[in-house]
């Protein structure tokens, strides 16, 4: 394999990971918001959420073995899993490997589930919040097509797809009127929401 070709892999790898990645914390989102609509079952959400979360998976992968046989970054094994021991931007580098890290952790607790129990899997699963933000400075601090406006639009589509989804979710659940939020969000509507007036009315009667 070419120079050239490691690292236009590696580079394509790393964008393509990271919009994977953005979009798995959506999901995660969404996923803990409940949220679901009458043509989008919850459960879609969910297993869409896991396989996206597995194609993540790959790409990273692929990035990370791709940087290691590039002879320009020159990243090595070591460096690829120990942060900041990177020869090649090692501040930039190093937060990609945390990321990485953090990454793991939370893949193999969700692995570990059923032994581990659910309080500590989320506990470990609130990891991929703070990888995600470093896994962004990594790939803006240590890319070579920063300067390029299609990498700009990129950079601007997955935080801003996560920042609103984040702004959603404390919307919908501290908000004055959480409740009626949350159900607008999940587009109960239909009968759901006749039911949930007809009781509230019903109420004072009892």
């Known amino acids: 394999m070419s120079t050239q070709l490691l690292w ?12 994977l990645f953005s979009l798995v914390v959506v999901l995660g989102i969404l996923t803990t918001m409940r949220w679901q ?7 879609l959400t969910a297993e869409l959420h896991r396989t996206i979360s597995l ?10 073995v791709t940087s290691i046989l590039d002879p320009f970054a020159k990243l090595g094994i070591e460096a690829a899993v120990i942060p900041f021991a990177s020869s090649y931007r090692p501040l930039w580098v190093g937060l990609g490997v945390l990321s990485m890290d953090l990454g793991i952790a939370v ?19 609130w990891l991929a919040y703070a990888s995600w933000p470093l896994a962004i400075l990594h790939t803006i601090g240590s890319g070579s097509d920063n ?3 299609w990498m700009f639009a990129i950079d601007v589509a997955c935080i801003g797809s996560v920042c609103l989804a984040l702004i959603w979710r404390i ?23 006749v039911r949930g007036v007809t009781g509230a009315r019903r109420a004072p009667g009892r």
């Open 147 to 149: 300067g390029a406006a």
């Open 8 to 19: 236009f892999a590696t580079r394509g790898s790393g964008i393509v990971s990271m919009v």
């Open 171 to 193: 919307l919908a659940s501290r908000g004055p009127n959480a409740g009626a939020l949350e159900e607008i969000a999940t587009g109960a509507g239909g009968m759901n929401g």
């Open 107 to 125: 893949l193999v607790t969700s692995l570990l589930k059923a032994r581990i129990g659910q309080r500590a899997w989320r506990l470990v699963h």
């Open 37 to 43: 609509s009458a043509g989008w079952p919850r459960f």
């Open 55 to 64: 194609l993540s998976v790959a790409f990273i992968v692929a990035h990370i």
